[in-house]
């Protein structure tokens, strides 16, 4: 039997092999009043997930060892993060991870502000 997940709102994964992709990220989320979680690589992401309830995952598509549409595909039935598909890769491989579920998509480089915006919209 699984334990439950303690739920905090205000908590997002961030999922992406760039270290400093990844830290400013978490810059820009703290900066936001959220509270940002690393994950270097698919693998991370799924032991994170299964340790702790996020309301958002940032996830970078094309990762070494596991890309993000597996992440997706892998992640414990018994979390339900809203999934941001956060990447630089081409149009084509974001629509077909967008079609897997309902996911949101945000540009590698977005600004502070793009990132924001997109946050406010899924906290509605």
Not at 12 to 40: K, S
Not at 57 to 82: A, F, Q, Y
Not at 88 to 96: F, K, P
Not at 100 to 120: C, E, F, I, N, T
């Amino acid at each position: 039997m699984s334990r439950p997940i303690p739920d905090d709102g205000r908590k997002v994964l961030v999922v992406d092999d760039d270290a400093d992709w990844r830290e400013f990220l978490r810059l820009c989320l703290e900066d936001l009043g959220y509270e940002a979680i690393e994950a270097a690589d698919g693998q991370e992401a799924l032991n994170s997930l299964s340790r702790e309830r996020y309301k958002i995952m940032l996830l970078d598509l094309n990762m070494p060892g596991m890309s993000g549409l597996e992440v997706v595909e892998r992640m414990p039935r018994n979390t339900n993060p809203r999934i941001v598909f956060l990447t630089s890769a081409a149009a084509q491989d974001v629509g077909n991870a967008l079609r897997s579920g309902p996911h949101y998509y945000l540009p590698k480089g977005a600004s502070r502000d793009q990132l924001s915006l997109l946050l406010q919209s899924l906290e509605a």
